[in-house]
């Protein structure tokens, strides 16, 4: 599976901005797929993840409420709205991939990445 992610730049806070996250697998809707972040000089860490068919989801701590994840298999895509965005926010924004149902946090779960979005939020 090749992930691309898009979407990201350069804004000011309190901007929103859509990542996209397009997959080439024909069988696209049997991942799971999740967001991860990573900050310079800091770990990655996971953002939000959703189930092969979208209904079930879940947010880190620091984006509930500000940031909504869903997908569209029938464009083999996944999307990642940010509301609100915090300088805390700048990162590289990275979307992965897991066979399976049932999304993970855990970014040893995933199987596939993509390269990295750059995000930057402005004070």
């Known amino acids: 599976v090749q992930l691309q992610a898009s979407g990201g730049g350069l804004v000011q806070a309190g901007s929103s901005l859509r990542l996209s996250c397009a997959a080439s697998a024909r069988t696209f809707g049997s991942y799971a797929i999740g967001w991860f972040r990573q900050a310079p000089g800091k770990e990655r860490e996971f953002v939000a993840a959703i189930g092969w068919s979208g209904g079930s989801t879940v947010y880190a701590d620091s984006v509930k409420g500000r940031f909504t994840i869903s997908r569209d298999n029938a464009k083999n895509t996944v999307y990642l709205q940010m509301n609100s965005l915090k300088p805390e926010d700048t990162a590289v924004y990275y979307c992965?991939?897991?066979?399976?149902?049932?999304?993970?946090?855990?970014?040893?779960?995933?199987?596939?990445w993509g390269q990295g979005t750059q995000v930057t939020v402005s004070s």
């Open positions: 992965a991939a897991r066979h399976g149902t049932y999304y993970s946090i855990q970014s040893y779960d995933y199987d596939y």
